[in-house]
């Protein structure tokens, strides 16, 4: 899994692995967490950092897109299309709600360049790479 608080590159069998923690979670009580957390894709090339994120059955009104200072947060809600109460469902697995994913960059990032596109239920999130990441050269004080 990737560690939401850094963008780097990791190791494959790193992507693919799962929190210690959330995995004690899911052997005990089933995935809980994986209609919350959207499944994301990141992809780096040497311009822009890619995400694409899984977001069915989820309207393009309710999909939002923001950004903190460097933390990329993706979020959506997922209305119920049922009423339990009224309606004589025998089985209810899908669930709904919020979710939200969210992924710190590890360059400055301008807001107006970002895009984000939806469609088929996938959100494309393009990150674009300064051109130049600035470098400030630090002072060595010897005593």
Known sequence: MIEENEMTKWPQERLNSCHPFEKLMADIFGDFTEDRVP????????????????????????????????????????????????????????????????????????PECIKASYMDGRLTVVVPKPEEIPVTRIQIQVT
């Open 39 to 110: 499944k994301v894709d990141v992809r780096e090339t040497a311009l822009e950092l890619v995400f694409v994120a899984e977001l069915p059955g989820i309207k393009d009104s309710k999909i939002g897109v923001e950004l903190a200072g460097s933390v990329l947060t993706i979020q959506g809600k997922r209305e119920p299309e049922h009423d339990a109460e009224v309606d004589s469902y025998r089985l209810i697995e899908r669930d709904s709600g919020d979710l939200q994913r969210s992924f710190t960059v590890n360059f400055p990032i301008k």
